[in-house]
């Protein structure tokens, strides 16, 4: 297996394990807003939604740079 693609089989696993990561730690703390303040559901959805598109664009970003730096 070449090197490059070994490189870049890590860099797209660690992408996909620090966005989820992120995206548990989003919605764990979501919940527990929401169990908090029940009343502020709507919002802390809306922002929690935010979030996680913003997390999981992280990944996608890996695999575009991974497919450029095998020059595919």
Known sequence: ??????AAAIAV????????????????????GIARQPEARGILQTTMFIGIGLVEAIPIIAVVIAFIALGR
């Open 13 to 32: 696993g660690l992408a996909a394990l620090g966005a989820s990561i992120g995206n548990g730690l989003i919605v764990g703390r979501t919940v527990e």
């Open 1 to 6: 297996m070449s090197s490059g693609i070994f």
